[in-house]
């Protein structure tokens, strides 16, 4: 009762702000188009690029994409917003909109780029795709997602792997440990490192964090069918399955292996607390393996990444995407050359490697990878039936489900008095309430 009316709530919210969107996106256009009669077009070299990439690897990508742009003559004007997983930018985004100041260029990922699409407000790269031929170049669950609907509206940049596990070699070597393949075996690890004194997992208690390990344990108990009818379907019957009791109760085994209490940080601060030997194991994205490379420890010499414990066989995946605004006219070439330059394959090869994904591009050797992101690459491209769409970064669902889910997670996992089985009732009254809504 008490969800439903919360749900409900934020549902009518959400249509508020569409329509807002809407409206502003109507003053948008019509002032881009009065702009452009009445007078001769003049081309702007500059775009503002807004994003959520404020740790050290990721700062570094974005400089190594700005200097590529630079090259081509085209000024990069960083806005980059602190928060993981896009909380802050997101929000800066939407205000931003509203107030008629939305940027040239903006990280939307998934299932997002859909909802601004639907708005009206997305410049339409159709041009730049054909003479690029980006439906042969890309995979095709990357090419479905730039292109939701009809036209192409937006640029990938990489591909992240939700489901990796990173481990302390030296750490591991001493204690004579293997990477743990399966659930099992990783409550064995968890537990001799325990008895050595060691914290098993390096583990933040912010929301999506949290919930980004919980989704780890629904593909890893479960598989991609499983995590598709949960979090993409929203099923009932799925929601109610004793699947989604297993994987809540060992998140909660899981928490007994974290420092105590666990601290809400930011995911940089798990990666330091990881890179300084203060816990054996890291299950992270990806972008931690960048974060790492670039604090000066080698893949494979400090540490290694294996998937998170059975889940070796599928990619938890999270692609990177820019988007860019269809309101000044005089920025669309700027534009199209930078939605170009990201997709080209050497741009591809550097700008991955630096933040620790791997190339949206069929074409990419995967020779030429590290082992983390060769294993990542390889698994990815054996298609969808090996592919889940991350819930966190916005691949499964839109942003109040999201949301929503991430909340009851989050509550599940910080007050110990919440059963699995009260949590499993209040998600199916989620997806009940969701799908009402979506069908009416
Ligand atoms: C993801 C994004 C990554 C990384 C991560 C942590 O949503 O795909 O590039 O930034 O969030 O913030």
């Not at 802050?88 to 780029?113: D, F, H, M, W, Y």
């Not at 070597?173 to 075996?185: G, H, I, Q, R, T």
Request: hydrophobic fraction near 45%; proline fraction near 4%.
């Amino acid at each position: 009762m008490h969800v439903t009316s919360f749900i409900n709530n934020g549902t009518s919210v959400s249509l508020i702000r569409l329509c807002l969107y809407a409206v502003a996106a109507a003053l948008l256009l019509s002032d881009a188009r009065l702009n452009a009669y009445s007078a001769p077009l003049q081309t702007d070299s500059s775009l503002q690029v807004l994003h959520w990439w404020t740790s050290d690897s990721e700062r570094k990508a974005a400089t190594l994409l700005a200097n590529r742009l630079g090259d081509e003559g085209i000024a990069w004007r960083d806005a980059g917003i602190p928060g993981g997983a896009g909380i802050g930018a997101g929000k800066v985004l939407k205000s931003r909109v509203l107030a008629g100041n939305a940027p040239e260029v903006t990280q939307i990922i998934g299932i997002s780029i859909r909802e601004w699409d639907d708005l009206g407000f997305l410049l339409d790269l159709d041009k730049v795709s054909l003479a690029n031929k980006w439906n042969a170049s890309f995979f095709p669950t990357v090419q479905n997602l730039i292109q939701p609907r009809k036209h192409v509206v937006a640029t990938p940049l990489g591909i992240h792997r939700i489901n990796t596990l990173f481990y302390n070699r030296k750490i591991f070597a001493a204690l004579k440990l293997n990477p743990p393949e399966n659930w099992d075996e990783l409550v064995a690890t968890a537990a001799k490192l325990k008895a050595a004194g060691i914290t098993p997992l390096a583990q933040s208690s912010e929301p999506w964090q949290v919930t980004a390990l919980f989704e780890n344990l629904i593909l890893a108990e479960s598989g991609p069918e499983y995590q598709r009818e949960l979090f993409v379907k929203q099923s009932v019957p799925a929601a109610l399955d004793h699947r989604l009791i297993d994987a809540l109760e060992r998140l909660r085994v899981m928490k007994t292996w974290m420092s105590n209490p666990v601290e809400e940080r930011p995911w940089p601060e798990v990666v330091r607390q990881f890179s300084k030997h203060e816990a054996a194991m890291l299950i992270m994205g990806d972008w931690a393996k960048g974060e790492l490379n670039g604090m000066g420890f080698a893949t494979d010499d400090e540490f290694s990444c294996a998937a998170m414990p059975g889940t070796g066989k599928y990619h938890l995946y999270s692609v990177d995407t820019f988007s860019m605004f269809a309101n000044d006219l005089t920025r669309v070439s700027a534009q199209e050359k930078l939605a170009r330059l990201i997709a080209t394959p050497a741009v591809q090869t550097d700008y991955n490697a630096i933040k620790g994904s791997v190339s949206v591009r069929r074409d990419a050797d995967p020779s030429k990878m590290d082992s983390c992101a060769r294993a990542s690459w390889t698994t990815f491209a054996q298609g969808a039936t090996v592919q889940a769409p991350s819930l966190v970064h916005r691949m499964a669902t839109d942003e109040s489900t999201r949301d929503a889910i991430i909340v009851l997670i989050h509550r599940y996992f910080t007050d110990d008095t919440v059963t699995a089985a009260q949590t499993q009732k209040r998600l199916a009254a989620i997806f009940h309430t969701f799908n009402i809504n979506n069908h009416r």
